[in-house]
Each structure stands twice: as C-alpha cells, then as structure tokens.
C-alpha cells in the first residue's frame, strides 16, 4: 500500500505570503494519479489539483501543482484571507485511494 | 449544476449494519463513478470505494469485506452499506462524483456508533 506523508504539519503564514506544501509517496506514483484538495472547518473537501499539476474548475490560477515519482508540491502564491484551511493529497488510480494526513496553513 | 446529498441514521448501535443513501441532483448519473469518504473526528480523509452504473466497483482494502455499494439510477441515488459497525466507524461520510479524483462532493452526513 502506498503512503503518503505531507508536510510540514502546520504552516503559519501570513497572507500574502508564499505556501509550499509538500506530498511524499513512499513508492512512485504516477502524475496523472495525483490531487489536491481544500478543507475549511465544518465543509466537504474541495478539488484543487488533479494530474498533478491541472486546475480544476474554478479554481484561481494562485494555486498549483508540481512534482513527479515520490515528490508532488501544492504552491499557493499570494495567500488570500480564504486560503487559510487544511489541504490534502490524494493518490487514486488503485486500492486503497489513499490520502495524506493533511497540512493546516494557518494565519502567523 | 450537480449536487450531492448524504442522508443516514445519524446514530447506529454497534455491530448493527450502516446504510447511507446520496441523492444526486442536476445531472446524469450514467457516466460518472461515484465514492464515498468518511472522515473521523479531528483526523484526515479516507476513501471507501467508488461504483460505476456499469457495475464496476473497487474498495479499500480495509474496508472491502464489510463493504457493499449499490445505485439506482432511476431515483438518482446510489447508497453505502457498512456491516458490523463499531465506535471506529464514527465519522462524516461524503459522498462524491468521480472515481478517482472527486470533483463534486456533498455536504456530509455524521454518523455515531455507541451504544
């Protein structure tokens, strides 16, 4: 089974700042199976990144992906009020679709 | 615009069997999967399983031998049957369009397992 491992935990950051989140797969996964995804207190996940590096609908061009093999980055590039939230991989394509433990980007 | 909506007993005793149902609005059903995750209290995501109308299926591994999913869609539904339930199955379960990644999700329907 493959794990992913995110980090760091937490990020405190201001907004405006630059965030850089990071995915870890213990065994290679392939781009086209990767994604991300927002969860705010109390909401559903919401699809950010999936391909890796492909926006879903919607989603502002401040957020996106990168990576390949073991190693995948969510970059969000100015941090707005409303980013400020958990964030999720998630590697698909088999069994089990497995989910990293989440990093919270938090207001410093 | 498609929306999904969870709806569940709320509380379950355990070793009793779960039954969710997500009402699909706004859209075919036919050519989508369809997942479901659950999410613990205070803790990450877990992907269930995801159905095809074509009958295809595939489950976590964790979960597969107490797992059963069906749809129907003529009431645009498809449901989530979890057998012999503990308080480890205490969670928010969503469902979700798609099988792999999931682009559409409903708002979540908690469940409780105690007795």
């Known amino acids: 089974e493959i794990v992913l491992t995110q980090s760091p935990d937490t990020l405190s950051l201001s907004p405006g700042e630059r965030a850089t989140l990071s995915c870890r797969a213990s065994q290679s996964v392939s781009s086209t199976y990767l994604a991300w995804y927002q969860q705010k207190r109390g909401q559903a996940p919401r699809l950010l990144i999936h391909?890796?590096?492909s926006r879903a609908t919607d989603i502002p061009d401040r957020f996106s992906g990168s990576g390949s093999g073991t190693d995948f980055t969510l970059t969000i590039s100015r941090l707005e009020p409303e980013d400020f939230a958990v964030y999720y991989c998630?590697?698909?394509?088999?069994?089990?679709?497995?989910f990293g433990q989440g990093t919270r980007v938090e207001i410093k | 615009q498609m929306q999904l909506q969870e709806s569940g007993p709320g509380l379950a005793k355990p070793s009793e069997t779960l039954s969710l149902i997500c009402t699909v609005s706004?859209?075919?059903?036919?050519?989508?999967?369809w997942s479901w995750v659950r999410q613990p209290p205070g803790k990450g995501l877990e992907w269930i399983g995801y159905?095809?109308?074509?009958?295809?299926?595939n489950f976590n591994s964790s979960l597969k031998s107490r797992v059963t999913m069906s749809l129907d869609t003529s009431k645009n539904q498809f449901s989530l049957k979890l057998e012999s339930v503990t308080p480890a199955d205490t969670a928010v379960y969503y469902c979700?369009?798609?099988?792999?990644?999931?682009?559409?999700w409903g708002k979540g329907t908690t469940l409780t397992v105690s007795s």
């Open positions: 979700a369009r798609g099988g792999w990644y999931m682009d559409v």
């Open positions: 391909s890796a590096s």
């Open positions: 159905i095809h109308d074509s009958g295809i299926t």
């Open positions: 706004g859209g075919s059903m036919n050519i989508y999967y």
């Open positions: 998630q590697r698909y394509g088999g069994s089990p679709g497995t």
